[in-house]
């Protein structure tokens, strides 16, 4: 069963506009969550953990994700969307802390800024 | 902080040679390396995990003699793809995760690697 899913292949959002990937998980308890981003050739970066504690966390670059159980669901978020924002993203989830504590990844969405 | 390199970034080499792959932490001690598979517009896929001094554990469907994994320290990880085939080509990356303090959860990664094989 997927731990992690993200809905979207892809998101397109003109630049200044506020920006949403969604992410979504299915696995009990307290999972660990991550937003990490991809540029082309590149390894991961890591943007944004939840661990416990607020809901919203807030990240490198100005992204944010809030975490809300009763949804299974930990959106990144940014107020105010930039060109050079264009990358794959990936949501990903430890589902059970303290075992393997292996990431399993979503999918990716590539998100496009428009200028 | 919290740096991770990866050597070389591209390769190209001929189908039945082997091919090694280092991945360094720069400024931390890493008693945890992972290895992953990207294929093109796809996510990662996990290959091993790797702990300093013992012997890496494999996902199901690696090949354990194909795919060889050496931590020999805190700060290197080596992956060797041996006899490599045209079908090893992708993109494959280490991540590295700190063996103390509150980010013990959180695993930073390497630039990747392009393996071409012809």
């Known amino acids: 069963a997927q731990s992690v899913a993200q809905p979207e292949d892809q998101v397109n959002v003109a630049e200044g506009n506020p920006l949403t990937v969604k992410c979504t998980y299915s696995?009990?308890?307290?999972?660990?969550l991550f937003w990490y981003v991809q540029y082309p050739n590149r390894g991961l970066q890591f943007l944004l953990k939840y661990i416990t504690g607020d809901n919203l966390v807030k990240g490198s670059y100005g992204f944010e994700a809030e975490f809300n159980k009763s949804q299974t669901s930990f959106h990144l978020k940014k107020p105010s969307a930039l060109v050079s924002d264009s990358a794959l993203y990936f949501c990903a989830v430890i589902p059970t802390p303290g075992s393997a504590r292996q990431l399993t990844f979503g999918s990716g969405t590539q998100l496009t800024v428009l200028p | 902080g919290a740096v991770v390199s990866q050597h070389p970034s591209w390769v190209i080499c001929k189908s039945g040679t082997s091919v090694k792959i280092e991945c360094r932490s720069l400024d931390f001690q890493a008693t945890t390396m992972f290895w992953y598979r990207q294929f093109p517009k796809q996510s990662l896929m996990l290959m091993a995990t790797s702990n300093e001094g013992s012997k890496a554990t494999y996902e199901q469907g690696v090949e354990k003699d194909k795919f060889l994994i050496n931590h020999a320290s805190l700060t290197l990880s080596t992956l060797t793809v041996t006899s490599a085939h045209p079908e090893d080509s992708s993109f494959y990356i280490c991540?590295?995760?700190?063996?103390?303090?509150?980010?013990?959860?959180?695993?930073?990664f390497g630039p990747g690697t392009r393996l071409t094989v012809l």
């Open positions: 991540s590295a995760r700190p063996g103390s303090g509150t980010s013990t959860d959180t695993q930073y």
């Open positions: 696995v009990s308890g307290n999972p660990y």
